[in-house]
């Protein structure tokens, strides 16, 4: 499985990347508008420079021409840059036309399975169901990856399923078992990735172990060492 990081914070995106396991970066309004005042464009470009895989901007327009506008410009700024649309039937327009001209198309907000066979049959790059917003509303969200992995593989499809909405390491191991391609991840999620007590616990231990042998070998007369 793919990791990408969800954030248009440069900190975060840096410091993740030194881990050398980011393959991409999800962005979206929401993560924009909490970087206070970055054009989004300029971060973009920053942010495809940092990290040379996929990098999702998405469009706000509400009509496939205002869609394919931003998503015009957005192309513009970096080749790794994929366009974000909505499953919606605007979202889908736009995505028929950037799919033939080979652009990289990530479709969000994707909530049922017949979204995500829709946009596969039209040739998105990647599909973004929300995992965590479905547990919200107490409909596991990991039910709808399951349902998008299967219907995928009935067919062949080549759109990569991207885990997206993930809230906690148990989310990214149950996408790894389900076979989701990529999930994306908020820093706090990728920053705890590898954490286990009994592992702090450990470390400690051999740790404390080993200064205590060499503080007991120091003590030894020297005709003994
Ligand atoms: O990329 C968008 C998605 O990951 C949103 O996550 O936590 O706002 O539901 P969340």
Request: net charge neutral; with cysteine; glycine share 8%.
């Amino acid at each position: 499985m793919k990791f990408f990081l969800d954030t248009a914070n440069l900190d975060e995106i840096r410091q993740a990347n030194e881990w050398g396991i980011v393959d991409g970066v999800t962005t979206n309004p929401t993560l924009i508008a909490h970087e206070k005042g970055v054009d989004y464009c300029q971060r973009l470009k920053e942010i495809c420079q940092i990290v040379p895989g996929p990098v999702s901007a998405e469009v706000v327009g509400e009509t496939k021409e205002q869609m394919l506008k931003e998503a015009d410009r957005f192309l513009g700024i970096a080749r790794n840059i994929a366009v974000k649309l909505p499953a919606t039937e605007q979202g889908i327009r736009a995505l028929k036309v950037l799919a033939g001209r080979g652009a990289m198309v990530n479709i969000t907000l994707c909530f049922q399975a017949m979204q995500a066979l829709v946009v596969a049959r039209l040739g998105a790059t990647f599909v973004s169901p929300f995992v965590g917003r479905l547990d919200d509303i107490e409909d596991p969200g990991m039910n709808l990856i399951r349902s998008i992995r299967t219907i995928y593989d009935n067919y062949g499809f080549k759109t990569q399923i991207l885990a997206a909405s993930i809230r906690s390491t148990m989310h990214l191991i149950q996408a790894a078992e389900i076979g989701a391609d990529v999930a994306t991840v908020p820093y706090k999620v990728f920053a705890g990735m590898l954490k286990h007590p009994l592992t702090d616990i450990g470390l400690r231990q051999f740790m404390d172990d080993w200064h205590k042998a060499q503080q007991a070998m120091s003590q030894l007369p020297p005709n003994v060492v």
